[in-house]
């Protein structure tokens, strides 16, 4: 395969973007090979290739600590990001990780996204990634509820502190969201998943009754 130098003259420069940043910050040697031989030889996903870069780069962050014995890394990875994951679980990993000096929300925001290894490889690699990329609303489902997910972990765990320090008097606290969307046209209220599986809003049956102009 081309070596990293001969990829990057293709486009002229590395693309600067997120994922290049994070390979200076964290030093991830060879990640662009990495990269380009899973897309291209093993026909890894963009999603795929998400989790490769996210490992990656909280493996880094656990060398950087001196911590080795907390588990395997793509373990710690699914408990972190995993939807079956509960809150409370994930909340407990976190302390653990943030005792052992990891930066943890600084981490996170290192994570990139499919959408970042997409640019990354087409602007840095010249990578062709045209094709099957449009979000579906299973992606949709997915992406929401890993937010959700890591929402509550970051409350479970501010009351836990919270807590642990008296400042709140509660037994052990359990964090649940419920997210709503309203559409500001029909005024309709909806859970997010049942308006994700029912695809539209009550404006669309409202368009399809009403009578259509004659044309004169």
């Given at each position: ?133 449009d979000l579906t609303v299973s992606d949709a489902h997915t992406r929401i509820h890993r937010l959700q997910s890591r ?56 368009a399809s009754q009403e009578p259509e102009e004659s044309i004169q």
């Amino acid at each position: 395969m081309p070596s990293v130098q001969r990829m990057e003259n293709r486009t002229g420069t590395a693309c600067g973007c997120k994922i290049s940043r994070a390979a200076e910050q964290y030093q991830l040697d060879e990640l662009d090979e990495r990269l380009y031989h899973a897309h291209q030889i093993e026909g890894a996903s963009l999603r795929e290739l998400e989790t490769v870069v996210n490992r990656r780069i909280l493996e880094s962050a656990l060398q950087d600590v001196g911590v080795e014995t907390l588990g395997d890394v793509s373990d710690l990875y699914q408990r972190l990001t995993d939807d079956d994951v509960s809150a409370g679980d994930r909340a407990e990993l976190r302390t653990r990780l943030e005792q052992v000096g990891v930066d943890l929300s600084q981490v996170e925001s290192d994570f990139v996204t499919y959408q970042t290894v997409r640019k990354h490889l087409r602007q840095s690699l010249g990578v062709d990634t045209s094709g099957g990329t449009d979000l579906t609303v299973s992606d949709a489902h997915t992406r929401i509820h890993r937010l959700q997910s890591r929402s509550e972990a970051v409350i479970t765990e501010t009351l836990e502190h919270l807590r642990r320090a008296e400042t709140i008097e509660a037994g052990k606290l359990d964090v649940v969201l419920s997210m709503r969307v309203s559409c500001e046209c029909c005024g309709d209220s909806y859970r997010l998943a049942d308006l994700l599986n029912q695809g539209h809003c009550q404006c669309r049956g409202k368009a399809s009754q009403e009578p259509e102009e004659s044309i004169q």
